[in-house]
């Protein structure tokens, strides 16, 4: 099946039902999680699941396109972050606080997202690479202030990161319930300002 970018434009009455499909997926994402019943979606979308599985073959492509909006949001997030010109402490925070937000806006969707981060045959790996990218460029602004120690990894600073989002999820803990779990992260790839 060809991506959302690259599909030939649908008539009216489809472009409707995928509209109206796409709402209830997050309505019942964020009420139930990433694994909510797909039949559930289409009822709320007052669509058959016949109209569902014809715009989305995979629960995994759903995914995908409910977080289409959500990866642009990420990636200027990561920049209002690193345009903000706070200090390394809050600029990781503020970042942190964002990622973990961004990637628990629906129940399940911090697991969902940590599984599919290497794995290249899943639909949403590319809004994956998108926070990969992200969090790559908040981390290389303060690496280039050398306010980072040395050997700091991105891909491993965001599986630790979304590991908390995944806690916070299953937890249901805000993004405030979250921070302190988020400063031990902080405060280990962080240089010590009073070191030589």
Same mark, same amino acid.
């Given at each position: 099946?060809?991506?959302?970018?690259?599909?030939?434009?649908?008539?009216?009455?489809?472009?409707?039902?995928?509209?109206?499909?796409?709402?209830?997926?997050?309505?019942? #994402?964020?009420?139930?999680?990433?694994?909510?019943?797909? &039949?559930?979606?289409?009822? @709320?979308?007052?669509?058959?699941?016949?109209?569902?599985?014809?715009? #989305?073959?995979? @629960?995994?492509?759903?995914?995908?396109?409910?977080?289409?909006?959500?990866?642009?949001?990420?990636?200027?997030?990561?920049?209002?972050?690193?345009?903000?010109?706070?200090?390394?402490?809050?600029?990781?925070?503020?970042? #942190?606080?964002? #990622?973990?937000?961004?990637?628990?806006?629906?129940?399940?969707?911090?697991?969902?997202?940590?599984?599919?981060?290497?794995?290249?045959?899943?639909?949403?790996?590319?809004?994956?690479?998108?926070?990969?990218?992200?969090?790559?460029?908040?981390?290389?602004?303060?690496?280039?202030?050398?306010?980072? @120690? &040395?050997?700091?990894?991105?891909?491993?600073?965001? @599986?630790?990161?979304?590991?908390?989002?995944?806690?916070?999820?299953?937890?249901?803990?805000?993004?405030?319930?979250?921070?302190?779990?988020?400063?031990?992260?902080?405060?280990?790839?962080?240089?010590?300002?009073?070191?030589?």
């Amino acid at each position: 099946m060809a991506s959302e970018e690259t599909a030939k434009p649908r008539r009216a009455d489809a472009q409707r039902n995928y509209d109206k499909l796409l709402a209830a997926a997050r309505e019942i #994402f964020r009420e139930h999680g990433a694994q909510a019943s797909l &039949d559930d979606i289409a009822k @709320r979308a007052g669509v058959g699941p016949g109209t569902l599985y014809r715009h #989305f073959p995979t @629960r995994d492509d759903l995914i995908d396109a409910v977080m289409r909006e959500w990866s642009e949001d990420v990636d200027s997030d990561s920049d209002e972050v690193i345009a903000a010109g706070l200090d390394a402490q809050e600029t990781l925070r503020t970042w #942190f606080g964002k #990622f973990v937000e961004n990637i628990g806006v629906y129940r399940g969707a911090a697991a969902k997202v940590m599984s599919a981060m290497d794995d290249e045959s899943s639909p949403i790996y590319r809004k994956c690479q998108v926070l990969v990218g992200a969090n790559d460029k908040v981390l290389t602004h303060l690496a280039g202030r050398g306010e980072l @120690r &040395d050997g700091v990894d991105s891909r491993e600073v965001m @599986r630790l990161v979304s590991g908390i989002a995944t806690v916070a999820d299953q937890s249901h803990l805000s993004v405030d319930e979250s921070t302190p779990m988020l400063d031990i992260v902080i405060q280990g790839i962080l240089r010590d300002p009073s070191a030589p």
